[in-house]
């Protein structure tokens, strides 16, 4: 098991490590800007490790009593240690405390591991976005009521 802390402050110089860890994880990765702006108005945490920087993160949004989770990403190397359970808790523990009432997400039909996460913290699939992501795939909606 690897040794990490959960951090809600996110510095500007940490965008390069995150923006790294982001086209390491996904074929059509959000841009440098797309994490500069959500250091402005969004819900960031990233899972930290001493030895290895930044290994996870996640960043979503809360729009009145309604959240919205943009992204979460594990470094594969870091995968299935409890980071993206940590991440994904510390967002709705987040969400809860600030009076939101369900979270609101969309994961690749083919993601089975982050399906299984999502569906551990009781989120639902509600819909289907068909050819949502740039490679053609369809996502779930999935959504959480707290």
């Known amino acids: 098991m690897v040794n990490f802390i ?8 940490e965008i390069e490590e995150i923006y ?3 086209t390491l994880c996904y074929q059509a990765p959000w ?5 500069h ?10 899972a930290y490790n001493k030895d290895n920087g930044i290994v996870g993160f996640i960043c ?13 990403a594990v470094h594969p190397s870091f995968r299935r240690m409890g980071i993206a359970t940590a991440l994904l808790r510390k967002f709705i523990e987040k969400a809860e405390h600030d009076g939101v009432k369900e979270i609101w997400l969309e994961v690749k039909r083919s993601n089975f591991p982050a399906i299984s996460l999502y569906k551990k913290f ?25």
């Open 20 to 22: 790294k860890l982001e």
């Open 60 to 72: 979503g949004k809360e729009i009145g009593d309604i959240g919205c989770i943009y992204n979460l």
């Open 122 to 146: 009781n989120f639902e699939i509600i819909g289907l976005r068909k050819k949502y992501y740039s490679d053609g795939e369809d996502a779930y909606l999935m959504n959480l009521k707290i």
């Open 31 to 35: 841009s440098k800007s797309f994490f």
């Open 37 to 46: 702006s959500c250091l402005q108005d969004c819900i960031f945490f990233v």
């Open 6 to 13: 959960i951090k809600e402050k996110v510095r500007t110089e």
